[in-house]
Nanobody, 119 residues
Framework: QVHLVESGGGLVQAGGSLRLSCAAS????????MGWFRQAPGKEREFVAA????????NYADSVKGRFTISRDNAKNTVYLQMVSLRPEDTAVYYC????????????WGQGTQVTVSS
């Protein structure tokens, strides 16, 4: 069983930055693909970014390309989502998720962290 715990959310003004963290335990997820999703009030959950823990090319939603960056720290077993130039429409609960491969479903999900961007 894998536990994912997000942190780093909060309230920020438009144009500001936040870095979300997703700590995985109790084992490393070297062979997994890590993803970030978000869900705004009254909307369906949507994909934000994904990248294999082992490295390689990252995928991003068009709405966040050039503003968000997914990365990881192997020593800390943590995946990050660096967000800059935030917009009010980025307001949502952000979730971290993990899946065994690019072709499989996401097996593990965190509890989410709230990001609120004020105009």
């Amino acid at each position: 069983q894998v536990h994912l715990v997000e942190s780093g959310g909060g309230l920020v003004q438009a144009g500001g930055s936040l870095r979300l963290s997703c700590a995985a335990s109790p084992r490393t997820l070297w062979n997994y693909v890590m993803g970030w999703f978000r869900q705004a009030p009254g909307k369906e959950r949507e994909f934000v970014a994904a990248r294999a823990w082992s490295g390689g090319i990252a995928n991003y939603a068009d709405s966040v390309k050039g503003r968000f960056t997914i990365s990881r720290d192997n020593a800390k077993n943590t995946v990050y989502l660096q967000m800059v130039s935030l917009r009010p429409e980025d307001t949502a609960v952000y979730y971290c998720a993990a899946r065994p491969s690019w072709k499989s479903e996401y097996d593990y999900w965190g509890q989410g962290t709230q990001v609120t961007v004020s105009s």
